[in-house]
Nanobody, 115 residues
Framework: VQLVESGGGLVQAGGALRLSCDSS????????LGWYRQAPGKQREFVAH???????EYADSVKGRFTVSRDGPVGTVYLQMSSLKPEDTAVYYC??????????WGQGTQITVSS
C-alpha cells in the first residue's frame, strides 16, 4: 500500500487547510485510512481516521475542528482542518491499517500555524 499526502503549508491561527492522501497498491486489504501528526520533540499522535464502512474517530484535541472524509470505500482520504491553532503545528502523516493490523505511512507533510 502506497500513500502520498499533499496540501500542507503555512496558515495563520484561525485559518483552514485541507490535506489529501492518495492511496494505491493492494488497497483491498485496507480497513482504515487516517491521519497522525508529530510535533517537534513529541511522539507521533493519532488525529483522525475513517473505516471502510464510513465510521470516523477523532482525537479529543481536534473534535469539532477537523473532519476526515474519503472518496469511495478506499481511495483518497481528506482531512479538512479549520480553526487552526499554533499547537496544531506538526508533520502530518497519512496512515492506513490493514485488516491484520499492518500499518502503512505516507512521507508526511508539514503544517505550520502562526499566531
Amino acid at each position: 500500500v502506497q500513500l502520498v499526502e499533499s496540501g500542507g503549508g503555512l496558515v495563520q491561527a484561525g485559518g483552514a487547510l485541507r490535506l489529501s492522501c492518495d492511496s494505491s497498491g493492494n488497497i483491498f486489504v485496507v480497513n482504515t485510512l487516517g491521519w497522525y501528526r508529530q510535533a517537534p520533540g513529541k511522539q507521533r499522535e493519532f488525529v483522525a481516521h475513517i473505516t471502510r464502512d464510513g465510521s470516523t474517530e477523532y482525537a479529543d484535541s481536534v473534535k469539532g475542528r477537523f473532519t476526515v472524509s474519503r472518496d469511495g470505500p478506499v481511495g483518497t482520504v481528506y482531512l479538512q482542518m479549520s480553526s487552526l491553532k499554533p499547537e496544531d503545528t506538526a508533520v502530518y502523516y497519512c496512515n492506513a491499517f490493514t485488516y491484520d493490523g499492518t500499518p502503512y505511512w505516507g512521507q508526511g507533510t508539514q503544517i505550520t500555524v502562526s499566531s
